[in-house]
């Protein structure tokens, strides 16, 4: 609220270890992720002494309103998890060995999951799109991780708006995968 009225614009700051935690969560659980950062309330709030809550909730209501400081914070928290994001990637293309190439794949796949579902959709397209390319360079066009990336990007690309390209993604990725589920059936009898 502070930071609101003097002009000036919400920062996050954590300690490098709980954002290393953040970077893990984004890969491991970015579903709980997004539930708990769309759960952002500043009705919620605690302070040590209940005075001291009562003023700022009453601070709060009689300037920016708890709801406009809730989609402040949401849009500082998106904004920051782009920016952390990226960074990491950075980071991981940086080395340049095949087990960082690796963990680019997955980290991004995950990171393009996470952007997709807090609505960040040109940044998603941009990271799934190159998990896509790196996948297909280094597997098989049959290979799962091809076919999940496939799938994620036309995913993205849907809730973009563009649906032609995503269907042709959808269709080809599901295409490969029933033609395998087929070759197994088909040679077990």
């Given at each position: 609220m502070s930071s609101q009225n003097a002009g000036k614009p919400i920062e996050i700051i954590l300690p490098r270890i709980e954002e290393e935690r953040f970077v893990k969560g984004i890969k491991d659980d970015s579903d709980v992720f997004?539930?708990?950062?769309?759960?952002?309330?500043?009705?919620?709030?605690?302070?040590?002494?209940?005075?001291?809550?009562?003023v700022i909730t009453e601070l709060i209501e009689s300037s920016v309103t708890h709801a406009v400081l809730?989609?402040?914070?949401?849009?500082?928290?998106?904004?920051?998890?782009?920016?952390?994001?990226?960074?990491?990637?950075?980071k991981l293309r940086g080395d340049g060995s095949d087990s960082s190439q690796d963990q680019l794949c997955d980290f991004q796949m995950s990171f393009s999951i996470t952007l997709k579902l807090i609505g960040?959709?040109?940044?998603?397209?941009?990271?799934?799109?190159?998990?896509?390319?790196?996948?297909?360079?280094?597997?098989?066009?049959?290979?799962?991780?091809?076919?999940?990336?496939?799938?994620?990007?036309?995913?993205?690309?849907?809730?973009?708006?563009?649906?032609?390209?995503?269907?042709?993604?959808?269709r080809r990725a599901l295409e490969v995968k029933l033609g395998k589920m087929f070759l197994r059936v088909f040679f077990f009898f």
């Amino acid at each position: 609220m502070s930071s609101q009225n003097a002009g000036k614009p919400i920062e996050i700051i954590l300690p490098r270890i709980e954002e290393e935690r953040f970077v893990k969560g984004i890969k491991d659980d970015s579903d709980v992720f997004v539930e708990v950062l769309s759960s952002i309330d500043a009705r919620t709030a605690q302070a040590r002494e209940a005075s001291d809550l009562k003023v700022i909730t009453e601070l709060i209501e009689s300037s920016v309103t708890h709801a406009v400081l809730n989609e402040l914070a949401l849009e500082a928290m998106r904004d920051w998890v782009v920016a952390t994001g990226l960074e990491h990637e950075r980071k991981l293309r940086g080395d340049g060995s095949d087990s960082s190439q690796d963990q680019l794949c997955d980290f991004q796949m995950s990171f393009s999951i996470t952007l997709k579902l807090i609505g960040e959709l040109s940044t998603a397209e941009r990271v799934a799109r190159e998990v896509l390319l790196a996948e297909e360079k280094r597997k098989s066009a049959d290979d799962n991780d091809v076919l999940v990336a496939m799938s994620n990007l036309g995913l993205i690309l849907w809730d973009a708006g563009q649906n032609e390209e995503a269907e042709q993604l959808l269709r080809r990725a599901l295409e490969v995968k029933l033609g395998k589920m087929f070759l197994r059936v088909f040679f077990f009898f």
